[in-house]
């Protein structure tokens, strides 16, 4: 009951903002047209207002129990709210900003002899710049949802180290995570990612979390062609937050702890070992690297279930470590102060908000706000961080500027 009592609450308060802004658009309308062209502005804010609460009536009715296995109507109704609601909020932003800025001027008149600001040809030049900027957004995620949702781009890292084995120069890792089964809505174009990961030729496959949004059943479908990746010495994956059903209403204990348990024996279907606080050691010849994977470990609210002094007992100490760690504030706040060394962990978890900016030499989300690394390679205290960028998405359908991602990672040893 808490859960729907939550869900209901959060409904209501999305409703009264959305009339909120209608009534604000409304009289914006008003204060700038008239006669027939406040008629058909008003037309056109009325339709895309019943659009717009038909959506969020039929995607939350959808998804009363948590974001879980979604559909193509889902999605697109979904995106589309998503995409007329910013485009929106930027717009009245604008408008706001000038309402502001014009009750400061009236106050200031007071005080001044000059002439006043002819207002209607002002607020009516203003609402034509708003209507231009809120376009951007408006364009951008509707690409975001019909282009971008589906680019898989494999990104490519070299990372040298003075203590790799000679026998592991050139080793090749790839590495995909937060997979959000649930989420994906074309079967083809996930086979199509799938393929790439593949024909990279991997040496090692690593997953980094999140399989599923919060069900097993999402990931029922993709069983036979995650079955079918391979790699020269293995695949390995670990949990993420979303693994453990915790944003679903179940309906007993049991039943969320059976999903969980259907979910690791996902992981064992598909040929992933599965690293629960636990290590592995990949040779070649006579020489090895330490493969060492936590369970999910995160700030609040998310589970601080990882035990890295777990994960790493009985390793070999003088190996090179790689930490498959699906939260990268782990690497902040308890890798890097470790007393043994893990030279390289990857993790994913920011999906880099599925939104932002990503330039040669500068880069923006504003998942940065709460993830200070949220994607692409860091190094610090000669240790490494790479953050994927995600290889599915969940509740916007699309990437506005961050694309979905395959990590290729090739270790050489430095000369």
Do not use: C
Request: hydrophobic share 40%.
């Amino acid at each position: 009951m808490k859960l729907i009592g939550r869900h209901s609450s959060m409904l209501n308060f999305i409703i009264f903002f959305l009339i909120l802004v209608e009534v604000y658009i409304f009289f914006i309308l008003r204060s700038v047209y008239s006669g027939n062209q406040l008629f058909i502005a008003l037309a056109i804010q009325l339709i895309i207002a019943l659009f717009i609460a038909i959506s969020l009536i039929y995607t939350s009715s959808n998804l009363g129990h948590g974001l879980s296995q979604t559909t193509k109507p889902v999605n697109l109704l979904m995106g589309l709210f998503v995409t007329f609601a910013v485009a929106k909020l930027v717009f009245i932003s604008i408008l706001f900003f000038e309402d502001v800025t014009r009750i400061f001027r009236w106050i200031f008149s007071f005080f001044s002899s000059e002439n006043g600001v002819d207002f209607p040809s002002r607020r009516k030049a203003i609402t034509q710049i708003g209507l231009g900027v809120a376009a951007i957004p408006f364009a951008s995620f509707l690409y975001g949802m019909f282009k971008t949702r589906y680019d898989f781009t494999v990104f490519k890292e070299t990372l040298e180290f003075d203590d790799l084995p000679k026998e592991f120069d050139g080793f090749k890792i790839v590495q995909f995570s937060d997979f959000h089964a649930g989420s994906l809505d074309d079967l083809e174009e996930v086979k199509l990612g799938l393929n790439k990961i593949q024909n990279l030729n991997p040496d090692l496959i690593l997953f980094t979390g999140d399989l599923v949004n919060n069900t097993s059943e999402e990931f029922d479908k993709f069983i036979p062609y995650l079955s079918n990746l391979s790699a020269k010495h293995g695949k390995f994956s670990i949990l993420g937050n979303h693994d453990y059903g915790l944003y679903y209403k179940w309906g007993s204990e049991q039943e969320k702890s059976d999903n969980e348990q259907r979910i690791r024996n996902h992981h064992r279907s598909i040929g992933f070992d599965l690293l629960e606080n636990e290590n592995r050691q990949i040779t070649i010849d006579n020489s090895s690297i330490n493969l060492v994977g936590v369970e999910n470990w995160g700030r609040p609210p998310f589970p601080p279930k990882g035990n890295l002094n777990k994960a790493i007992e009985g390793i070999e100490s003088k190996n090179l470590n790689i930490l498959l760690s699906h939260d990268p504030h782990h690497w902040e706040d308890i890798v890097l102060n470790h007393s043994q060394k893990i030279h390289l962990t990857l993790s994913g978890h920011t999906h880099g908000m599925q939104m932002g900016i990503e330039l040669p030499g500068f880069k923006w989300s504003p998942v940065s706000l709460r993830y200070k690394k949220w994607a692409g390679l860091y190094k610090k205290q000669n240790q490494y961080l790479y953050v994927n960028r995600g290889f599915g998405h969940i509740g916007f359908p699309g990437r506005v500027g961050i694309k979905p991602e395959i990590t290729e990672i090739t270790l050489k040893r430095k000369a």
